[in-house]
């Protein structure tokens, strides 16, 4: 039985199948969990969702902002990007199942091990004044959106650079745009946790007055492992609570897979397959 974290795929199925050949992945024993953005830009983005869906009882995924992209375009909201590769699911005769389904998907997913240690997935980060719990919270409100009815309604008011910093008086849209854009967009913010949202640098570049979110001083999460993707510049960061899986795989880096021992999320072996480069960055 082995437990994997796996970085973002973006529609290249070729490459998933291949790193999970090579973690002799097998769905009777092993649980794999995919860290958002399983869609768009890659060459097969219906083909990850079909063998996700498939194997829904051992590969467990969360939303990225890709996946909720794709949601929004196919509810009519928002037209396609220039880069998009996501027609073959919404002319799929499989779309409207395929969408329910993905809509069904959490934004965060918390594992705790044997020895009692906190681990906590997410796409892309969490602001520095929410504690583990607070996280998990904010993302139901989400989920509760995306699986309701008026999803429509929930997916209009998504979009948006403001409010750009957590509040607990926010309400209605605003306070769901916060949340979604944390788990599915965060990279840098400032130390008190004001939201930028137009670099996409490395670490080592931050703008002046940003940092990576990970490195706010007093983070609440700072005690518990937490492992995104979302970030191919930052690259893979395999650190005691800190675990970092975009490792370029659309841009022809690597498809990475992280294997975390159920009873010591310490003990880690990393496992990669090298990807062709399905679209230039820029």
């Known amino acids: 039985m082995a437990t994997y974290l796996i970085g973002d795929v973006q529609g ?21 969990y995919l860290l958002g953005d399983l869609v768009n830009r890659g060459p097969d983005s219906l083909g990850v969702l079909r063998h996700c869906r498939e194997h829904e009882g051992s590969i467990q995924v969360l939303l990225g902002n890709h996946d909720l992209h794709l949601l929004a375009t196919a509810y009519g909201i928002r037209p396609p990007g220039r880069r998009d590769t ?30 009692g240690q906190d681990a906590l997935l ?3 980060g969490v602001l520095p004044s929410w504690t583990l ?10 989920q509760a959106q995306l699986r309701s009815p008026d999803i429509a309604h929930f997916l209009r008011t998504m979009y948006g650079n403001t409010p750009n910093y957590w509040s607990d008086a926010w309400q209605g849209a605003d306070r769901l745009r916060v949340i979604v854009n944390a788990l599915t967009r965060l990279r840098f913010c400032s130390a008190d946790g004001v939201m930028d949202f137009e670099s996409s640098e490395s670490a080592e570049s931050a703008p002046a ?12 999460t700072r005690d518990i492992t937490i492992a995104f993707g979302h970030w191919s510049t930052l690259g893979l960061r395999n650190e005691e609570n800190l675990i ?39």
């Open 122 to 124: 997410v796409h892309a």
């Open 244 to 282: 970092a899986l975009d490792t370029g795989c659309v841009w022809g880096g690597c498809l990475s897979a992280l294997e975390i021992a159920p009873d010591d999320f310490r003990q880690r072996q990393l496992f990669q397959v090298q990807c062709p480069q399905e679209q230039k960055p820029g």
């Open 133 to 142: 719990q607070d996280t998990l919270a904010y993302a139901q409100e989400v």
């Open 86 to 115: 996501l027609d073959p699911i919404l002319h799929s005769p499989e779309c409207k199942d395929l969408l329910h389904w993905l809509a069904q998907q959490p934004l965060v997913r918390h594992l705790r091990s044997s020895q």
């Open 209 to 220: 007055g940003l940092q990576p979110w990970f490195t706010c001083p007093g983070r609440r």
């Open 12 to 32: 290249c199925f070729g490459a998933l199948q291949r790193l999970l050949q090579k973690i002799q992945y097998s769905p009777s024993t092993d649980t794999v």
